[in-house]
């Protein structure tokens, strides 16, 4: 079983092990590895901690086992989210990383990235080929990323919030998409706001977790379910469902 979970101080000295690997570090530029002493990782932590959720960290394990991690990091300024997904060699090519940086897409969607950007070492296919696979699209690289002198050794690749999103159809001012993944920590937060939302389901109020927004996406998806997600066209924000129960023959009710 994946299990990818927020990281934690207890877990850094697994990323420190992960970073002093060459195998994992040589397309970022540490052939050798990255060796980090005892203060650094705690300094380091200390800037995901104090950066949540704007920046976020997580591990990556399979069966308890440790694998390696992912991250996002989002420009305010810029509603643009910088993504990264590292594994360990025997982790690799069984689709751990698609899951993980899939995950971490999600996370950064939710916390208010319109798009997310990576800039693979153009050696390595790999990388390119998964996050092609993903959705992200090469581009020109942003003048703000570029370096001072010389041209980027890096290529730059982007995936826009709504290219994850399957527009059905549209109004004026909302675009009406089939229910993804992507955002399910929007739909979490829907469902847990007590005061507008969750005293109407049932009356049970109870506090709904993500693995169980993610079961009723997927449990959507696979009934062909007459529901949609809405999002605003000119900030690309959730507002919430629609829904049509009971269909039969074409009528159902809303």
Known sequence: MIEIRQTAIDDIRDVRRLWADGDVMRFVGFPDGLRQSDEDMRAWYGWI??????IN???IFEDGVYCGETFYNIDRERGSAAMDVK?????RGRGIATKALSFAIGEAFANGA???WVDPNPLNAKAVALY???GFVRKDMPEYLKPESGEPSSIYMELRREQVLTQIFQSANISFVSVSEALTYDYLAMVNDEENVNRFIGGSRKVYTAEQETEWVRG????KAAVWSMIVKKTGGFIGNIEFMDVHDGV???
């Open 57 to 59: 960290h997580y591990c």
């Open 49 to 54: 901690e104090r950066g949540r959720p704007a």
């Open 132 to 134: 092609g696979r993903l």
């Open 87 to 91: 594994l360990f060699g025997f982790a």
């Open 252 to 254: 159902g009710e809303l």
């Open 114 to 116: 319109e798009k997310v």
């Open 220 to 223: 959507k998806l696979e009934e």
